[in-house]
Each structure stands twice: as structure tokens, then as C-alpha cells.
């Protein structure tokens, strides 16, 4: 069956980076684009950063452009979100998603926590 397992989330200060990871499985990973969404308490889950099966093609977040970058290695079967410059504005859990042939398939998400 259809996995996302997200890792890399904690606890940074303002201005810090962090890096998340999704790995993914159940699935030919390489045959499909991928999506970094967030969702904060009280908030709707938000698109951050989504990335084509082959990596040519991204599209970020307005709030998020020039500070975070998705990437995949699909040898390892994993998409990556690299997040520099970070602000409260951040804190959420981020989950990793999927479309497969119309299904959509969500990790169980990471805190990330942005705060002095």
C-alpha cells in the first residue's frame, strides 16, 4: 500500500533552516509529482511547494518563495523540502502528499516549531 513517511521536523529559531524529508513507498514513485503542504492550528492545510514526477517543473507558496526548496531524489524514492530563513509565521506540521491516479495519499506529517 501507498506510504509517506515525513522526518526532519523540530524546534528552530527564528532566521534558522531545516530540512524535511519524505520517504515514499507502495507506489512507482518517479511516475508522479509531489506536494509539500502545511497546516497551522485554526488554519486550512496550505500548499507550500509542489514538484513534477521528473523535478523540471515547481511551483511554490507566494509566502514561502526564495526561502524554501523542494527537491527529489527518485533513486531513493524521496522528495525533500529545504526550508532557509524561517519564521514563526512557519510553525506547522508539514505533511507530504501524493495523486495517484486521482487518490490523494498524505503522510502522517512533522511539527516544525519556529520560535525564540
Known amino acids: 500500500q501507498v506510504q509517506l513517511l515525513e522526518s526532519g521536523g523540530g524546534l528552530v529559531q527564528p532566521g534558522g533552516s531545516l530540512s524535511l524529508s519524505c520517504l515514499a513507498s507502495g507506489f512507482t514513485f518517479r511516475y508522479y509529482g509531489m506536494s509539500w503542504y502545511r497546516q497551522s492550528p485554526g488554519k486550512e492545510r496550505e500548499l507550500v511547494a509542489s514538484m513534477s514526477r521528473l523535478g523540471e517543473t515547481t511551483n511554490y507558496a507566494d509566502s514561502v518563495k526564495g526561502r524554501f526548496t523542494i527537491s527529489r531524489d527518485n533513486a531513493k524514492n524521496t522528495v525533500y523540502l529545504r526550508m532557509n530563513s524561517l519564521k514563526p509565521e512557519d510553525t506547522a506540521v508539514y505533511y507530504c502528499?501524493?495523486?495517484?491516479?486521482?487518490?490523494?495519499?498524505w503522510g502522517q506529517g512533522t511539527q516544525v516549531t519556529v520560535s525564540s
Open positions: 502528499r501524493a495523486v495517484i491516479t486521482l487518490d490523494l495519499y
